[in-house]
Structures are given as C-alpha cells and as structure tokens.
C-alpha cells in the first residue's frame, strides 16, 4: 500500500507553455502507479472533497428503501449507454444507481442520493485531466481522445456515454443469492471496466486490485476525505495499443459482510461515446508500435459487446513499466524501441510466409499424430510442401 501513488489533482491539471516541474513530477508518479498498482490515489480539492462526501453519506438511506428481494436484471450490451435508474444483480449482492445526462429513469418518483449532477461535472472534468496526463507520459498531442469522447457541454437530446454510478455492496436487508462457501462470503468476482479511466469513491475500504506481480492489493484502505482511486480500464488499454493496461478488481468486504448499510461507493466512469472508433492512430503518430490485433479500428458498439478475453486476446496481461523521462514523458523509451524495430525489419511478405509455414506446420502434425506418423516424416514432407510453394 505505501507504494501507491498519491498526487493532487491540481497538478495534473495542464497549462499553456512548458510544463512545469510539479506536473512533470505528478504525470510520472501517477503513470508508474498506474504501470505497478494499476491504480493512483487522487486528491481532490477542499470543497470537491465534501461534495463526495455529502453524495456519498446519502447513499445508505436511498438504498435501505428499496426491496429485499429485487427482481434480477437483464443486460443486453447493445444498451450499455442507455442504463439509468436503479437495477439489482442479487448474484453480486449489489444494487446500482446510475446517472447519466440525457437520460431520465424510468420511474421518476424515486429520490436517488443527493448531488449527482455536481458530482458528475466534477467526477468528469477530473478523469479528462488524468487522460490528458496519460497522454502527455505517452507522448501523445494533447486532449487526443476528443474525438471519442461525448460534448462538452452535450449538445441538444444528446445522451451522455459516461455514467456516475452510485453503489451498494451486501446491506444486510438485501436477500442475494448465496453462492460462495461460508469463508468466501463478502468477496465478490473479479471485473475490468470497459471505460477508459474509472474513479471510485467509497465509504469503507474493500476494493482490491491486481498489481503487476499478480497480487492483490487494498487499495483504498488509508484514503483520506478528499481522496479517491483511479484506474484504467479496457477502452483505454484498446486505445493505447496495450501500453496501459485495465485494472483487475473486486470488492472483498471482510468483516463488514452483513452490516446494515453494508458498502456504498461512487464510481465515474469516463466511456467513450457510441458511434466512434477505437483506434491507435495517435500512438502511431507518435512512434510507438502497434501489433497487430490493434492495428484495425474497432467500432465502439462492437468493443462493449465482446468478451473480456477477445478484447484482451491472452489470458494474463502484463501491465508495461517503463522508465520514465526527466520531462515525465516515455521518450526516451520510444527512441529504443524504433532502434530496436529498425535493427531487424521483416517485410509485410517475409511475415505472412512464416505464419503460413507455421500454421501449415500444426496441421500437419495433428494429421501426423492421427496416422501415426513419425515427426521426421512430418519436417520431410512439411519442407518439400513449403519448397513447393515458393
């Protein structure tokens, strides 16, 4: 916990000219906790601070009126920017409130917690602060995601993509469904946002996230009242071509499984907008290489829809440590890596045939081990086929 890093958000925030030596310092304390902990530590403004605080302190009681036995709800990701209202996943023991600019609930007569609309501006204008600080560590030209994300303001019967969601872990007059065994009660499963920056706020500690070793770290368990947790998440990771990775998180409540108000938590997630392209143009742009399952753009709407391990297309991903420049950017980095690409260059058609041989090559050896072919006969007849080819 004492290596997560903390910085204050008015250093984040950029100026016209040279940046100076405190934003540098805050854009590279923020970016390796991002490489190692896969999440920061904020600290929000005196008065930002008690809005987080007043939101939050209403939470509890909005969600002590709601039913013990909440009907399930159903997600269909071809509407993941047009949830709003209240809705229960008893199999998590949660229940959600989102807000979301545009978009009116549809029972309207409920009273949801205070502040939401302030939070939300707030919440907002922090995230884009801390991508622009992403950005600026990635050496990228400044605010490069605009095109991806919604207006500001939005413009007329625009519905905004990003969400305020507000939470509930486990109140002890929620009836979920029991599903863990008795010494796993109170840990719930592990999940990665589709967002591209995630900003949570709770009142009890309880949020773990996976650092770059594999291990799972308490986050949030020393937050101050003007602080919150930062984390990336898969839109981001999509975007970047893999140089930031998304936190892996779950909420482990402990101790406090069953308490009466059980765990609230604010969470902003910055989402890009429907309609638009996640692409890797700009790390182009700026030297770095993108593979290739980045190289194509992929549609918005399509990227909410597929599963985690498509997106991810590995089963462990690695989260990239790079060492940083004086100026708080990856330079340097940059520089060795075009040096090292420059140093063994394989033509687009030198590529192709060396996957083709390879792919040639198991199908071969599945047929081989079908017939009970010996190897060496596999390598003669794989090298007269591929001699054949060429």
């Known amino acids: 916990m004492a290596g997560l890093g903390r910085v204050k958000l008015r250093d984040l925030i950029p100026l016209e000219g040279l940046p100076c030596d405190s934003y540098k310092l805050s854009v590279s304390t923020l970016s390796q906790s991002l490489a190692q902990y896969s999440a920061a530590i904020i600290q929000l403004s005196t008065s930002d601070g008690a809005l987080l605080r007043s939101s939050l302190e209403s939470a509890p009681l909005y969600f002590q009126h709601k039913p013990s036995y909440p009907a399930a709800d159903v997600n269909d990701s071809r509407e ?38 302030d939070v939300f501006s707030m919440l907002g204008r922090t995230a884009r602060d801390i991508l622009d600080a992403i950005s600026f560590y990635l050496n990228l030209r400044s605010s490069p995601f605009t095109q991806i994300l919604d207006n500001v303001p939005l413009r ?21 469904v029991t599903t863990q065994e008795e010494g796993q009660l109170g840990m719930f499963s592990d999940q990665v946002d589709r967002s591209l ?18 291990h799972w770290v308490l986050v949030d368990g020393d937050l ?6 930062v984390y990336p998440g898969l839109a981001l990771y999509q975007a970047t071509a893999g140089y930031i990775s998304p936190a892996l998180h779950r909420t482990h409540m402990g101790h406090q499984q ?9 969470s902003f997630k910055l989402m890009p907008k429907s309609m638009t392209n996640l692409n890797c143009s700009e790390m182009r742009a700026a030297g770095h290489e993108v593979e290739a399952q980045f190289q194509l753009p992929l549609p918005v709407d399509d990227f909410m ?23 708080g950017s990856m330079k340097p980095m940059m520089r060795r890596r075009k040096s090292n690409s420059r ?9 192709l045939r060396l996957e083709a041989q390879r792919v ?12 009970g072919i010996k190897l060496s006969q596999v390598n003669t007849l794989l090298t007269d086929s591929i001699s054949l080819s060429e």
């Open 197 to 214: 920056v995630t900003i949570v706020k709770s009142d009890k500690p309880g949020l773990h996230v996976r650092d770059f070793h594999g």
């Open 258 to 266: 069953g308490s009466l108000y059980g765990q609230c938590s604010l």
């Open 80 to 117: 993941w920017c047009k949830t709003s209202g209240y809705h229960a996943d008893p199999q998590q023991w949660k229940e959600t409130y989102d807000f979301r600019p545009g978009l009116t609930p549809s029972s309207d007569m409920e009273f949801p917690p205070t502040g939401l609309s």
């Open 360 to 371: 040639l090559k198991e199908r071969v050896q599945d047929i081989a081990d079908k017939k």
């Open 343 to 351: 140093s063994k260059p394989l033509p687009p058609s030198k590529r």
């Open 224 to 229: 101050g009242p003007q602080e919150a947790i």
């Open 305 to 327: 829809q597929r599963s985690t391990d498509q997106l991810l297309n590995r089963s462990n991903f690695p989260t990239f440590n790079f060492p940083t420049a004086q100026d």
């Open 156 to 176: 007329n019967r625009e519905i905004s993509s990003s969400v305020l969601s507000v939470s509930c872990h486990a109140r002890s007059s929620f009836q979920g």
